[in-house]
Nanobody
Framework: QVQLVQSRGGLVQAGGSLNLSCAAS????????MGWYRQGSGKQRALVAT???????NYGDSVKGRFTISRDNAKNTAFLQMTDLKPEDTDVYYC????????WGQGTQVTVYS
């Protein structure tokens, strides 16, 4: 089992920035991917960004150029820097860990107001 602890989201004005973090613990495989997905009410969970232990990244189209994922493999922690936030980025953000079994964090609300 893997446990994920996410930092809190928040309320931010459009054009602003917000950082998220996610720490994994438990039975961590040396090769894994961590990242975030987001989900709005009545919508499917969608990719935000992921990063493997080897450094390979994958971003959702809507966040490319605005969000940056990084990770500290020694601490099993991933970070998401979100810049130039838009109201359409408002969602619940879920941390994810895959090895390749998926584990999910508890989710955190990010709200962007104009």
């Amino acid at each position: 089992q893997v446990q994920l602890v996410q930092s809190r989201g928040g309320l931010v004005q459009a054009g602003g920035s917000l950082n998220l973090s996610c720490a994994a613990s438990g039975n961590i495989f040396s090769v894994n991917a961590m990242g975030w997905y987001r989900q709005g009410s009545g919508k499917q969970r969608a990719l935000v960004a992921t990063m493997t232990t080897g450094g390979t990244t994958n971003y959702g189209d809507s966040v490319k150029g605005r969000f940056t994922i990084s990770r500290d493999n020694a601490k099993n922690t991933a970070f998401l820097q979100m810049t130039d936030l838009k109201p359409e980025d408002t969602d619940v953000y879920y941390c994810a860990y895959a090895d390749p079994t998926f584990y999910w964090g508890q989710g955190t609300q990010v709200t962007v107001y104009s």
